[in-house]
């Protein structure tokens, strides 16, 4: 009977993590969209695409999501997570990393550190994190959003144009937003 209990409460508490790393994941997101649709057009020119969406957490959860978040993996993913939230960068790329090695297949953290990459410059390794993070969850459209809107940065607009035409099968806001972006940086 205790025991029952004790399982009990430890899977509502692993539940309240997947919802915390959710919630944490879906605020990070938001910041760095900001950040990225500013920096979408050249200093001082009018951003002409509007702000971007926000993107909401409706994306499929990976298998083992409750074991990793409950587990010792899930734990220093969560201090990553907090690294990242003071911009303590460097800790939270070493979180990350840590979180890695107890589970090398869990998307969210290839593109938290991804999204932490891209913060402190480093693009290309931004860049095979979230490649890695999509080869895991193809269908999760917040990763193909922020790898379409660093490609974009990169100037490489083909690119993330694919990544527009694949994002309108799963979240038509996000993808029109991308797709906005992409047009208004083609030539003319």
Known sequence: MAGAKRRRAGLVIAVGLCAAA????????SRQLKRLTESVHAPGEPVS?????????TSPRQAGDIEFYAGPGGKIFMQGVEHANKQE??????????????DPKRAIVYASRAAVNERVGRAE??????????????DDPAY??????LLLRLGRRQDAQAD?????????????SLCRAVNADEPR
């Open 144 to 149: 193909r959003f922020a790898r379409g809107t």
């Open 49 to 57: 695409v509007g702000a971007m969406p926000p993107l909401t957490m």
């Open 89 to 102: 960068d460097r800790a939270a790329l070493v979180a990350f990393a840590g979180a890695l090695r107890f």
């Open 125 to 138: 390794d931004a860049l095979r994190d979230y490649n890695r993070a999509i080869q895991l969850m193809p």
């Open 22 to 29: 959710a919630w944490v994941w879906a605020y990070l997101k």
């Open 164 to 176: 527009c035409l694949h994002l309108s099968e799963y979240d038509a806001k996000a993808a029109e």
